[in-house]
């Protein structure tokens, strides 16, 4: 198979299958209709990715599933059929250039009365209506987002292997940046090679922002920036592995560390070091936010730690779930064992401007891991 | 040509002032307002997302790194832009645009449109474009409430890609910018082709290139014998022989060029019949005939090799701010941005896939994507 480097395992599918089946036994429902935008990223996960193993091409798709009987993937690109076909698990694949109408027919052909739709929240509202007009009122139609959310939110052994993988190709990203920024180099340019390592070593996508700046605000695409002495380089890398996220964020500065760069960096440094130690498995996502915002707040900055400046001290890296959610003071998502996520202390600071520092970790028994190896520090160029 | 898009813009994202002046939107936005007074709306509700932003940036020149932004258009006075992004995402989202109102939605644009409606009184009439087929349904409904009796809301879409249509020398220029860039991703594809190569350096090489050049977005295509069809780039290893086809696309300025090529070192023969009438059929575009007219007529000119089976497929689409813009039934104009495909396949089933970007001048068309031949 072209992607079986991307192939889950038999059993991890059998896995999401009887998930799948159970949670539509808990809510008496007869079929899971999952929507997929073809787009997938950590803030927005296509669930026909989480639950076929195939990303559409920019369109709509829709996977019909009915316990006991074949998936059946409706695909409204003739072009996608044959992908399709390589890499979705278990599934029919039919073209259909109004798959949400086939996916009905699929449905009236099962005798459907309640069914669970999955992806709702990201369709458009034509399709949407188009769906419930076409399934017509005797049909009750329910969120099956939960249902997924709950299936995805924490990570087994084969997923936290993409993570891992994810989070190599982020390390050797940042490293081929390193060896590219100097003076004179346009933004752009380090985006460039960041993007030509993480495709060569086979993710299929990033989630990630290259920009600098003498004195940043935020992390934003690159402008045309050309890096002088001075300067701060925000790092954000993203890849998707095989789906799966690892996000790797550091600040480097061209030329020598000013001093109240040294301080801050350092201040960054403690707020992770300190932070990753109290996470463990039973505490809350908020937790997490209200320490780093407590040491943030302790040593001078927490007017910066709130919006405008800062919003979230990390997020999921979705698939299939954005579990735990933003970190934010607000969201008491209780963390899990085999929960991954980013941690980043990102700040604004007065005297340095806008810098980063963050970790993807993989929640275990007593405490966290991260796959990276890239050292969690300022660097210099 | 159909392409995986990626989630998040990283390339050079800026307003180029001088290539877009302030007044050229100045000028859009009395196009539109002229456009609501005759159809008596008070105001345009126009959403994009970062996948098709046409309207959106028509009229706003902002560009969504993710997720949308809503335009809200007055008949008369200065627009208001609703970003779907954090506060702090502000000054970047200023610094695209010359709309001075930006405002934070990242929970959805109802509250802000609510405020922003008031002036236009209890029940204005509001024209929409890219809402219903873009806008993700909660957020429809969230906002449904605020357009008042559905009866009275217009579908302004059409009158819109109008004006979009024929595109101004700078708009040209943006594309022609971008066709470069595509150019250059299509050298750096063909200097590594070689057997034993994997598909996704191929991409990743014609990636960088384009991003080197400053493209902002960019998305890509390939196959490879036996597929037919194009995937994203995946390992899948590049054969000793038979042709591998890529689609490759990049913006400059929100703008952009297309173009496709199939290359082997074993099929030189193939490819040059195929571009012999791709050349032809890009001799013959002109203003003065509707796409489907102009398709129709080079089918036609072409029928032998259509009837044969070798000629399977003649397209003509629009590029412009939207990757594939819709053509309409009226005559092309000099100044439309066009990409023509033409396949080809022999017996064998082998399929010989070229696309180009052209500007059409009263002259003719003018290839904007590199000569076919040059790889």
Redesign the interface.
């Known amino acids: 198979m ?2 079986s ?1 991307f192939r889950l395992s038999e059993a991890e599918w059998a896995k999401r299958n009887r998930g799948v089946t159970s949670g539509l036994e808990e809510v008496r429902t007869e079929a899971l209709v999952v929507y997929g935008t ?4 950590l ?2 996960p296509d669930y026909v990715l989480f639950c076929s193993g195939f ?1 559409g ?3 709509h798709t829709f996977l019909v599933l009915v316990p006991g009987e074949t998936p059946e993937l409706f695909v409204a ?7 399709a076909e390589v890499v979705a698990w278990m599934a029919t694949v039919t073209y259909a250039p109004d798959p949400g109408a086939a996916a009905v027919g699929r449905l009236r052909q099962q005798g459907v009365r309640r069914v669970a739709l999955a992806g ?10 188009a769906f419930t007009e076409t399934l017509g009122q005797e049909v009750a139609v329910l969120s099956g987002d939960a249902l997924l959310e709950e299936m995805a939110r924490v990570k087994g052994p084969e997923e936290r292997k993409r993570v891992s993988q994810a989070a190599a190709i982020a390390d050797a990203a940042f490293a081929a940046l390193l060896a590219a920024a100097r003076p004179g180099v ?4 380090l ?6 390592v993480i ?2 070593l ?1 993710a ?7 920009s600098a700046g003498a004195r940043n ?2 992390g ?5 920036h050309r890096l002088a002495p001075g300067d701060v380089i925000l790092a954000e890398i993203t890849p ?1 592995y095989g789906g799966y996220f690892a996000q790797l964020c550091r600040s480097i500065v061209v030329g020598n560390l000013l001093p109240q760069q040294k301080r801050d960096a350092a201040l960054q440094h403690r707020v992770l070091t300190e932070t990753l130690a109290a996470v463990r498995p039973g505490r809350s996502a908020a937790t997490i936010a209200r320490t780093m915002n407590r040491i943030m707040s302790d040593a001078g900055y927490g007017i910066y730690s709130h ?5 979230s001290r990390g997020h999921g890296l979705g698939f299939g779930s954005t579990s735990p959610g933003e970190l934010t003071e607000d969201n008491e998502q209780v963390i899990e064992e085999g929960m991954t996520f980013v941690v980043h202390p990102n700040q604004y600071f007065p005297d340095s401007g806008y810098l980063i520092l963050g970790d993807t970790i993989e929640v275990v028994a007593d405490g966290v891991q991260t796959p990276l190896q890239t050292p969690a520090q300022i660097f210099t160029v | 040509m159909r392409f995986y898009h990626p989630v998040l813009k990283a390339g050079r994202t800026w307003w180029d002032h001088e290539l877009f002046p302030v007044e050229r939107f100045a000028d859009r936005l009395g196009q539109v307002q002229m456009v609501l007074q005759r159809l008596g709306a008070d105001a345009l509700l126009a959403y994009g997302d970062a996948q098709r932003y046409g309207h959106l940036t028509y009229i706003s020149h902002y560009l969504p790194k993710h997720r949308g932004g809503l335009v809200v258009v007055p008949r008369n006075g200065e627009p208001v832009l609703f970003i779907e992004a954090g506060s702090r995402e502000i000054p970047w989202a200023r610094s695209l645009s010359w709309i001075n109102d930006v405002r934070a939605a990242s929970d959805g644009v109802a509250r802000g449109l609510a405020e922003v409606l008031v002036p236009l009184g209890p029940a204005p009439r509001l024209a929409l474009a890219g809402l219903r087929e873009l806008m993700r349904s909660p957020d429809w409904e969230d906002i449904l409430p605020l357009l008042g009796d559905p009866s009275r809301t217009l579908d302004v879409a059409e009158e819109l890609t109008v004006l979009r249509r024929t595109k101004e020398r700078n708009e040209q220029e943006a594309v022609t910018h971008a066709a470069e860039m595509v150019t250059a991703g299509f050298e750096a594809a063909a200097g590594i082709l070689a057997a034993g190569a994997s598909t996704d350096v191929l991409m990743a090489a014609a990636e960088r290139a384009m991003r080197r050049l400053g493209a902002e977005d960019m998305r890509m295509a390939v196959s490879v014998e036996p597929d037919s069809e194009p995937w994203p780039a995946t390992r899948q290893v590049l054969p000793a022989h038979g042709g591998v086809r890529i689609g490759l696309a990049a913006s400059y300025q929100r703008y952009w060029a297309q173009a496709a090529r199939t290359l082997s070192a074993g099929l030189q023969d193939l490819i040059a019949d195929t571009a012999a009438v791709h050349t032809a059929c890009l001799v013959n575009l002109g203003p003065g005939r509707s796409a489907e007219g102009t398709v129709a007529a080079l089918s036609t000119k072409f029928a032998s090799l259509q009837a044969a089976g070798v000629l399977k497929r003649l397209d003509l689409r629009g590029i412009g701010l939207d990757l594939d813009e819709p053509l309409g039934t009226a005559s092309l104009q000099a100044g439309a941005t066009l990409v023509l495909h033409t396949t080809t396949e022999t017996a064998s089933e082998v399929r010989i896939l070229l696309a180009d970007t052209v500007l059409l001048t009263k002259d003719g068309a003018r290839v904007l994507t590199g000569k076919v031949d040059a790889l």
């Open positions: 072209r992607l480097g073809g787009q997938h990223h803030l927005l990303l091409i920019g369109t690109e003739r072009a996608d059929v044959t992908r709702r929240r990201w369709m458009p509202y034509d399709t949407f209506r346009a933004d752009y340019e985006a460039a090679e960041v993007e030509y495709k060569c086979g299929s996508d990033n989630f990630g922002l290259i605000e935020a934003h695409p690159p402008t045309g998707c919006p405008p400046y800062m919003r």
